[in-house]
């Protein structure tokens, strides 16, 4: 029997949760042990990352309309998204210390930047449906992130509410993101046109992309 969107969205997140240990900087601020060079590094690194997934998105969007038009509702809701998160990452920044000055000065780090990278090259060329399903899994893990810096901000850090906006962002439940992630998926399966594999394939290196931003910052 053929599987619906909802089961296959929710079997592939199963398949593609990450392993517990694939972030090691998130036990790190969960306890307060990460120091605010850190976080600011965290901060300058997914103002990168936002602007970069931003066109990304948005280029997804604009191919959807035109090859797999039930796909374009879930890139535009993740480009505005993104465009709302890039709004609140200043706070953040800002309470980390990543000022006008060390935003200027600062090198990007090749390990934070792969993740993005890959994101571009899907939106070049991948089958957007195929792209919603790896996002969607990608999606489910980043949230979980999100709440537990946003706490750790909060009762390690002392970061106001507005300091930690940007995690609270990701971290809240996004029913209508996932409905449309259904939709799409249910195009792409009743089309023929998504590969489990392809999606697969795709889920796996964004989640070790994923692994290798958090990684890379959590190092000395």
Known sequence: MTRTAGELLEATTVRLAP?????????????????????????LEQRLVIAADLRS????????????????????????????A??????????????????????????????PSYVARLALGAAPADVVLALSANFASWGGYCATISR??????????EARAFFDFFAEPAPELQERARAAVQAG?????????????????LQSYEAMFWTTLARP
Do not use: W
């Open 152 to 161: 750790a901000l909060r009762d390690h850090y002392g970061f106001a509410d």
């Open 19 to 43: 392993d517990p240990g694939a972030n090691p900087l998130l036990p790190l601020i969960a306890s307060g042990a990460a120091d605010r060079g850190v976080l600011a590094a965290l901060a």
């Open 86 to 115: 890039a709004g609140r990452l200043g706070a953040f920044a800002e309470a980390c210390g990543a000022d006008g000055g060390r935003t200027a000065a600062y090198e990007p780090l090749p390990g934070c930047q792969a993740y």
């Open 57 to 84: 998105f948005r280029h997804l969007a604009g191919r959807s309309a035109v090859e797999e038009p039930a796909c374009a509702p879930f890139f535009e809701m993740l480009a505005e998204g993104e465009a709302v």
């Open 189 to 205: 399966l009743d089309t023929g046109r998504i590969s489990e594999k392809r999606a697969h394939t795709y889920g796996r290196l």
